[in-house]
C-alpha cells in the first residue's frame, strides 16, 4: 500500500465552526506533513510529524491545530477560520523526517471558508 | 537562505515531442537532494525523478531525464515523447536533508494532441 488517504475530500465551513481534517498512510512512514496550497502555487509547509512528535511549526495561526495520535494518522483541527485560510490543504508522508527521501501526497482536502 | 525558481510559468509541447523545464537553485550547501514533483490536475503530486547531488551521473526514469549542472546550480527535466496525461503543474524542489523541502513556484505543462 503505497497511499496517503485525506478525509474528507471537500469541506465548507463557516467562521465559527469547529472541524477536523484526517490523513492516514500504511507505508510505516515515520514523518507526516501538513502543507497548504493555493491555486496555482507551490505547497507552503506549515507542520511536520517525526516520529509522533512535532519537529516543525512554520509559523502557523492557532486556530490550526494538528495532532498525531499515532504513527499512521495525522490531524488537523481547525477552529475560527478566516476566508484567506480557504486553499488545499495536503497531507504527505516520508521514511523518515530527513527530506532525502521522497514525500508521498494525498490527494488533499479542497477548505472553503464562508 | 536556499531558493529555487523556474522561470516558465507554463509551458506548451505537442504531443509525442519533446520538452525541457528549467529549474535553477541557490545554495551555499555541498550536498543535497532535487526533486521534480508532478501534480495532474485535480489529481496528487507524486514525484517525477530523484538527484542526489554528490552523484555527477544524471537520473533517468523511462522518459523522464534530467540535467544537473551542479557549477551552474541548474536542474532541468526533460520529458521525452510527450504524453496527454504528462499535462500538470511540475514543481521543482530542493532539500538539504532535513524537515524542510523547498518548492520552486512551479511550471504548467500543457500537451497538446
Known amino acids: 500500500d503505497t497511499e496517503v488517504t485525506q478525509t474528507p475530500k471537500h469541506l465548507v465551513m463557516g467562521m465559527t465552526n469547529k472541524k477536523s481534517l484526517k490523513c492516514e498512510q500504511h507505508?510505516?512512514?515515520?514523518?507526516m506533513y501538513w502543507y497548504k496550497q493555493k491555486a496555482k502555487k507551490p505547497p507552503e509547509l506549515m507542520f511536520v510529524y517525526s516520529y509522533e512528535k512535532l519537529s516543525i511549526n512554520e509559523s502557523v495561526p492557532s486556530r490550526f491545530s494538528p495532532e498525531c495520535p499515532n504513527s499512521s494518522l495525522l490531524n488537523l483541527h481547525l477552529h475560527a477560520l478566516q476566508p484567506e485560510d480557504s486553499a488545499l490543504y495536503l497531507c504527505?508522508?516520508?521514511?523518515?523526517?530527513?527530506?532525502?527521501?521522497?514525500?508521498?501526497f494525498g490527494p488533499g482536502t479542497r477548505l472553503t471558508v464562508l | 537562505a536556499q531558493t529555487v525558481t523556474q522561470s516558465q510559468p507554463e509551458m506548451s509541447v505537442q504531443e509525442a515531442e519533446t520538452v525541457t523545464l528549467s529549474c535553477t537553485y541557490d545554495t551555499s550547501e555541498n550536498n543535497y537532494y532535487l526533486f521534480w514533483y508532478k501534480q495532474p490536475p485535480s489529481r496528487q503530486m507524486i514525484l517525477v525523478i530523484r538527484q542526489e547531488a554528490y552523484k555527477q551521473q544524471n537520473a533517468t526514469e523511462n522518459r523522464f531525464s534530467v540535467n544537473f549542472q551542479k557549477a551552474a546550480k541548474s536542474f532541468s527535466l526533460k520529458i521525452s515523447d510527450s504524453q496527454l496525461g504528462d499535462t500538470a503543474m511540475y514543481f521543482c524542489?530542493?532539500?538539504?536533508?532535513?524537515?524542510?523541502?523547498?518548492f520552486g513556484a512551479g511550471t504548467r505543462l500543457f500537451v497538446k494532441a
Open positions: 524542489a530542493f532539500s538539504t536533508g532535513g524537515f524542510k523541502t523547498i
Open positions: 507505508m510505516g512512514h515515520r514523518a
Open positions: 504527505a508522508s516520508s521514511l523518515t523526517g530527513l527530506t532525502t527521501f521522497e514525500q508521498f
